[in-house]
Each structure stands twice: as C-alpha cells, then as structure tokens.
C-alpha cells in the first residue's frame, strides 16, 4: 500500500500518562489553594490585630488625656465632702477613710481609685430622659478584675460654663439665688438633673438641681435627687461649703473609667450640661484595664513603693504619676481557635497635682 493511503494513529493518551497529568494538577492545585489560604490567613490576622491596636491606642489617648487634666479647675482645693453613698454606688466600694469630714461624708480627691473590682458590681444604668428623680434604669455590672478609676476636672467648655456667683444661699442650702442681673437666656443653660460644684474658702462639693424658676432666678438642690448628692440639715453639704464666705456655682467634671461584662471601655461623665451623667464606650474587647499610683518621694528624698490603690488622704494628695496597663484581645479566634492578646503600658505625670503639692505642705507619703 502507498504510505500516503495508510491511515493516520488514532492511538490516545495511556491510563499512566492520565493519572500523571491529573496528580501534576492536584498537586499545583493545592499548592495555589494552601498560598491563597495562606494569604487570606495573613491578611485576617492583619486585620483583627490592627482592630485591636486600635482599641488599644484609643484607650490609651482617651485616659491618658484625662489624667493630663486631672485637678483642672481645682488649685490647692483638698476639702471635698460629697455623700459616701453616691461614692460607694457610683465611683467605689471603698472611700478613703478622713477623720476630718462631716457625718456621712467622704473626701473626694482628684483620683478615686477602685482596684480589682469583684464578681457582681454593678453601677447604675445611664438615666432616661426627663427631670430628676427619675427611675433606676439598668445596672451595669463591671468586669471582674478590672479597675475602675475616677477624674475631676473642669468642664472645659467655658463659654457655656463660667463662674457664677449666687447672690444668696438658703439657710438650708437647698435654694441658691443667682444674681439680680441673670437673664432668661441665663437661666436657659440650668435644667433639672444637671450636677453643679460649689466652691468657697472652706473647700468645695457637688449639688444636683431639681427645680429651677426663671422668675425667681433660683435654683433648687433638694434632696431625691438621681445620684444622691443632695442631703438635707445639718449635714447639708452645701450650707458647710457656704460657711466659707463667698461661693461660686460651675461646672466640675467626675469622669469615670471602667469596663463592663460585655469587654466595653466605658467613659462616664457626670456634671455635663443637660444630664446628671453620660457614658461613651471609648473601645471594644477589652479584657482589662489597671491603674499603678506613683507617689513621688519621702521626707528623706527616696521613692515611694508604687501602690495600685489609694487608702490614704496623705496619698490622695501625693500622686506623681499614673501608671496604666491596658490589655484588649482580638474580635475573633485567630490560630488553634484562640483570640489574640495584646497589652501596653502607660505612664502620665500629673502636672496639677504636682502644682498642687507647690502650694500647700507635702505631708509624708503613706505607702
């Protein structure tokens, strides 16, 4: 037969040369599959931890700058005497104990520490809308372990918060009339539920109004008041400020720190204008936050053992630097089915407390 009649080799591919082809494939194709899944891996712990470095530096900016302004407002003030209840419900289980303050009262200084808050504390919900008194909303129950920590500082909105000075006080402290020149718009920036701080020579406290009238031009600090700041004689606090002569009326902060069960940051305010407080969750997933306390020197120039709470008046007013410890964890399991932890360390000087200390004698430091 002629070799251009023979027919063409129709002979296909061997079963070998199949199953080579297909293990080829099988072991590029895994091999793009684990890279991509590799990169995706990578590419979502990338992104939970930089969620979590967020957190961690907002927290961080957040209380730092707080304790920056801690004392704003306040000089060489050290008599503070505010209802030990409200403190023992709003800002700590344990006040430190001052032989010098009134029945039922508590010093409250600049820092209010609470250290490894206990299972089941809890703290009043943020209140409804309305005038004071009003109904307890839901507690909040804070994260075992964690501090909490407390800051007063001055409203820094001065032109909605300058310094006023009542034409008179009540001889029961409860009704303070503001001067004759006070305009209705004046009269406009109080409102029932707005927590005030009164100061005089004599020292200072805070006061809740629960009636204002615009023609009478006075205001109303009696006492079932939402935060129990107001008391009734002979233990009115206001009355004692007044005794020192010339009282002035405005804003003052208490800013509070402190975690909840649900790893929420929260940053209270009380003594905002229009509410007796308001909470802001400043980061997520937190898993704690603790506070170390520098107490600067001894009469005999040598430091002081850093403490993590504060017992003591000789402490309250002795305070250098605050040293703050925040740890956050990611938002979900990263490797072996584990979340991640991070952690970073603080310290702030407290510029006004050390100013503070300027002005008055420098008792010994108690560690």
Known sequence: MHPSLKPHNQQGYSVIEML???????IVTSAVVTLLRNSLTVATVAYEMTDAQENLRTAQEWINRDLMNAGDGLKSMTYIPVNTTFIQNYLTRSP???ATMP???SNLGILVTDNNVPAGTTVPGPPLSGPSPQPSPTPITLLTGSDRQTILEIDPDLPTNPQIFPSSI????????????TTT???????PGDIYFLTSARGGTFGTITATDATLKTLTFATGDLCGLNTAPPNNRIKDIATGGATTLQRMRIIQYFVDTGGLLRRRVYGERGAAFRDNVIAEHVLSVQFVYSLGLDTAGNPVQPTDTITTPE????ISQVQVTVTVETPHALQQGSKSQISTTTSTSLRNMQFRQALQPRPTPTP
Do not use: H
Request: proline share 3%.
């Open 185 to 191: 718009a004046d009269m406009a920036r109080f409102s």
């Open 103 to 105: 029945a039922n009262a």
């Open 96 to 98: 430190v104990a001052d």
């Open 170 to 181: 009540s001889t029961n402290g409860d009704v303070i009339t503001l001067p004759a020149t």
């Open 315 to 318: 402490q309250q007013v002795n």
């Open 20 to 26: 080579i082809a297909a293990s080829v494939m099988l």
